[in-house]
């Protein structure tokens, strides 16, 4: 059950995850050199890391902790700590690497500020597309734009899975990969068309912005959905992982009411959790 008292710090995270986000992602857009190269794999040799990510979580935890010594962070690139004030920041500070060191503009910087293990706060910030997207838990989803000041956003109305548009995400192990190519073989007969955008962070807020009506992924990390999941529930999506569970590395979905339980039987009875 939440607090009045610990809600009204919320509004404070909000601004706090905001300048974060905008200065990280004036970084990567403004500062990524023309010989961007990898600095790092991770999973497997395609699964990459560069310097830029690792300046950007920097940049981050730097400008939080300086505000908030006490809260306590999880990052991708290794920001780990548990802190003490009960708020915990979930942090992917390049969603979209492989976007990024190609060039592509589809890549994101996704905060979030967990209060007692329940997300409170999510900011998602693209920078290529001009677009920031945020959320405060209760208080609906928003966006800021090339349009004049804050647009709330809302998924679109339910349409038949046969007329939904999907997305979704391919891990970059091999043997994973090939299962999920199996999984979106089976399913793209049954939907109106599959998109790739390669940022599950975006794909979220498409999600809440009615440029989606559902997405699915597996093996998501909890600094990859943090922002993104809050931000598509506040705007009327439905979100979860397997049945009757909460995102999680075996199944992140989400998608509008009429969309997002006919999609996730389906990703069950295809097994898309597991190899």
Not at 55 to 60: N, R, Y
Not at 204 to 218: F, K, P
Not at 236 to 253: F, I, Y
Request: net charge negative; with cysteine.
């Amino acid at each position: 059950m939440r607090s009045a008292v610990s809600d009204a710090h919320h509004p404070d995270l909000l601004r706090l995850a905001q300048e974060a986000a905008r200065r990280a992602g004036e970084l990567l857009r403004d500062g990524r050199p023309a010989d961007l190269a990898v600095a790092a794999t991770k999973s497997s040799p395609i699964d990459v890391v560069t310097e830029m990510d690792i300046a950007a979580e920097k940049l981050i935890t730097d400008l939080i902790a300086d505000h908030r010594p006490d809260d306590g962070f999880l990052g991708e690139e290794g920001a780990a700590s548990e802190g003490s004030s009960g708020v915990r920041w979930v942090i992917d500070p390049l969603d979209g690497t492989v976007n990024y060191l190609y060039g592509l503009p589809t890549w994101a910087v996704s905060i979030a500020a967990e209060q007692d293990g329940e997300t409170v706060v999510g900011v998602v910030a693209a920078p290529m597309r001009g677009e920031t997207y945020h959320a405060v838990r209760g208080g609906g989803a928003w966006a800021t734009g090339a349009w004049d000041g804050e647009r709330r956003l809302a998924c679109r109305p339910s349409a038949p899975l046969d007329q939904a548009l999907v997305s979704t995400g391919f891990n970059y192990v091999t043997e994973v990969r090939a299962h999920q190519a199996e999984v979106a073989r089976k399913l793209i007969p049954l939907v109106r068309d599959i998109r790739r955008s390669g940022s599950a962070a975006v794909d979220l807020c498409d999600v809440a912005a009615g440029r989606l009506d559902g997405y699915y992924e597996r093996g998501l990390n909890a600094w990859d959905y943090g922002a993104g999941d809050l931000i598509a529930r506040e705007a009327g999506a439905l979100t979860g992982g397997r049945p009757s569970e909460r995102p999680s590395r075996e199944l992140t979905v989400a998608g509008t009411p009429g969309v997002f339980e006919p999609l996730q039987r389906l990703l069950e009875d295809f097994g898309a959790w597991h190899d």
